[in-house]
């Protein structure tokens, strides 16, 4: 069966992820909440750190599953179930393998973790059976994703996302029965994350036998030249990974470690707002990935470079508005969400966000690295860019006193400059093609942010007596006003066609 790179596809697939956001913003940001009601502050900042420290074995694992979507789609674009079959079965053994390996290490970083974190006092054993249940999951997972590449490479992200809610609530809805029935502690969410990860993965597994029946588990079909030819671009993905943690992974971590289990547990929700922001963008640039490779394994580089630049135009509009209200109405936000008492957070708010106007803007362009297979020159960018984040961000929360906030600067105001500077240059060197599209976007968003805040900064001024209702009315109007000024004297002819077809599916 074909890979379907149509506009009806892609419509159905923006569609999922965008059903799929609004489900789990709304229910993370309620379990946020509740979980800080429930376990405090300082407790709750162990919940999303756990998750971080767990990731970061990604380092060891990503050269694998990093790699092995862009070469299972262009198998099957190519229509060689043979070698799709080896490329599958090759990265599935080899990252069971792996996985086993590293069940020690997991055991280790959750014992050790007393005396590596700063821990409330009562909450050691907790935390290390959190670290067991979260290590668990991303073991999993990492097996799992092999499965979970047969939605990928056939460009069905409504399967994925459909598998990804069950396993949400599943989540979610474990970890409060169990608060509810034995009183609320911290290893009941470890219980929740374990519970979703093999919820999730046997969703995969169902979807994987619907969408590619001629792959499978085949130990005979393990080829070790095949393996040689995924970690060949895996181990740059590695050298990423590595260099993307150092830059935007450590936050939390050095939040607990420099300021305490108190100031991490603060900084841990305002750093969920950024993660939600990216992931409306993602909503749109994750199902840009697998027309991406269908295209470069057919040889059409203009197309991709015609594709990208597209949705950077398109998606900084979405992103100016985004941030612009977010940034502008911080304090109400998180008066709303947290409580009065977090409102004072707003200034860490707008040092998360606001630098990720580029970070966002520039997102449809990273997949073509991968797609290209050309990592390396961006791997040694980050890994050049690494020791200087973790530099900047320990003289800021030092020397300058700064707190969370020179956490947030030193590490996602490091990482917009370097998307600023290289991003679009390399890849249309990559491509073969002109990058003024590309800056086009990147000043389209900067001025688009600038407008809408300063709007929301006004509104929020002038109608602060008059009370909550009042104020989301007129950030709604603004918005829409906004939408309807970006469609009728931004966008072109062009981009407005190329929406009616996408939102008609033809």
Not at 372 to 393: E, F, Q, S
Not at 429 to 458: D, E, I, K, W
Request: glycine residues 10%; hydrophobic residues 55%; positive net charge.
């Amino acid at each position: 069966m074909p890979i379907d790179t149509s506009a009806r596809r892609f419509r159905a697939n923006v569609l999922a992820n965008l059903l799929y956001f609004v489900f789990n913003a709304g229910l993370q940001l309620w379990f946020t909440r509740y979980l800080i009601d429930h376990l405090g502050v300082a407790t709750y900042g162990l919940v999303p750190l756990a998750t971080n420290m767990t990731n970061y074995m990604a380092i060891l694992t990503v050269a694998l599953s990093g790699s092995v979507g862009r070469f299972l789609t262009i198998d099957l674009a190519r229509g060689d179930v043979e070698t799709a079959n080896k490329t599958f079965n090759t990265s599935l053994f080899a990252t069971i393998v792996l996985a086993i390996a590293l069940l020690p290490v997991v055991g280790a970083l959750s014992w050790f973790s007393p005396h590596i974190l700063n821990i409330p006092e009562g909450e050691e054993n907790g935390t290390r059976f959190l670290l067991v249940c979260t290590g668990f999951a991303f073991l999993l997972n990492t097996v799992g994703s092999n499965f979970a590449c047969s939605t990928f490479a056939k460009n069905r992200f409504d399967y994925q996302r459909a598998v990804d809610v069950v396993g949400q609530a599943v989540q979610v809805g474990v970890a409060v029965t169990l608060f509810s029935v034995l009183g609320a502690k911290l290893w009941q969410v470890g219980i929740g994350i374990a519970a979703m990860s093999v919820m999730r993965q046997a969703g995969y597994q169902i979807t994987w036998r619907k969408l590619t029946p001629e792959l499978r588990i085949r130990p005979r079909s393990f080829d070790r030249t095949r393996l040689r030819e995924v970690l060949g671009m895996g181990g740059w993905l590695t050298v990423d990974a590595a260099s993307t943690i150092a830059l935007t992974g450590l936050d939390l971590l050095l939040a607990n470690v420099l300021l305490g289990s108190e100031a991490a547990g603060l900084y841990a929700p305002c750093l969920q707002l950024t993660i939600m922001a990216r992931t409306v963008v993602g909503v749109f640039t994750s199902v840009l990935a697998p027309t991406y490779a269908a295209a470069l394994g057919a040889g059409n580089r203009p197309r991709v470079a015609r594709l990208a630049g597209e949705g950077m135009w398109t998606i900084s509009w979405v992103i100016a508005l985004l941030v612009g209200v977010l940034a502008g109405s911080a304090p109400l936000v998180l008066r709303i969400w947290l409580g009065p008492s977090y409102t004072s957070m707003w200034p860490l708010v707008l040092a998360l966000v606001l630098p990720q106007t580029v970070t966002m803007c520039v997102s449809p362009l990273s997949p073509v690295f991968l797609a290209a297979n050309r990592l390396a020159v961006p791997c040694m960018v980050n890994l050049a860019l690494a020791p200087a984040a973790i530099a900047l961000t320990w003289v800021l929360v030092g020397a300058a006193g700064l707190g969370p906030v020179g956490i947030a600067l030193g590490t996602a105001g490091l990482l917009a400059a370097r998307h600023v500077a290289f991003t679009p240059w390399y890849v249309a060197r990559v491509l073969g093609q002109p990058s003024r599209p590309f800056y086009r976007a990147l000043a389209g968003v900067a001025v688009g942010t600038a407008v809408v805040g300063g709007c929301t900064v006004v509104i929020m001024q002038c109608l602060s007596g008059l009370g909550l209702a009042c104020t989301v009315l007129a950030l709604a109007a603004l918005s829409v006003l906004y939408l309807l000024t970006v469609w009728g004297l931004v966008l072109r002819d062009g981009d407005r066609c190329r929406l009616r077809s996408l939102s008609t599916g033809a």
